[in-house]
């Protein structure tokens, strides 16, 4: 059973770090790539950043560059969103998203709140 746990949400004055957490288990055949995403409350769900896994290339929201760091430690199948220099404006739930190497499916984790507030 495919399962994607995210962690590490919370709240967070402007200016301040948090790193989120994913963590992954029963993907057979292996993973091609993975992705954080976020979703504020009556916007659209918005890509933040992109790995594959193979090359480890990455891509970012233009948002985002130079304050966040996707990367996967494969030896413990966890994601993580290394988030620095926080703005209010990065209030959402993060979502995390692996793509099944076998074909290509994509599955979702539950979310966690961020809230970045004084």
């Known amino acids: 059973q495919v399962q994607l746990v995210e962690s590490g949400g919370g709240l967070v004055q402007p200016g301040g770090s948090l790193r989120l957490s994913c963590k992954t288990s029963?993907?057979?055949?292996?993973?091609?790539?993975m992705s954080w995403h976020r979703q504020a409350p009556g916007k659209e769900r918005e890509l933040v950043a992109f790995?594959?896994?193979?090359?480890?290339?990455?891509n970012y929201a233009d948002s985002v560059k130079g304050r966040f760091t996707i990367s996967r430690d494969n030896a413990k199948n966890t994601l993580y969103l290394q988030m620095n220099s926080l703005k209010p404006e990065d209030t959402a739930v993060y979502y995390c998203?692996?793509?099944?190497?076998?074909?290509?499916?994509?599955?979702w984790g539950q979310g966690t709140q961020v809230t970045v507030s004084s």
């Open positions: 029963g993907f057979t055949g292996g993973i091609y790539a």
């Open positions: 998203s692996a793509k099944r190497a076998l074909d290509r499916n994509n599955y």
């Open positions: 790995i594959t896994l193979t090359t480890s290339g990455t």
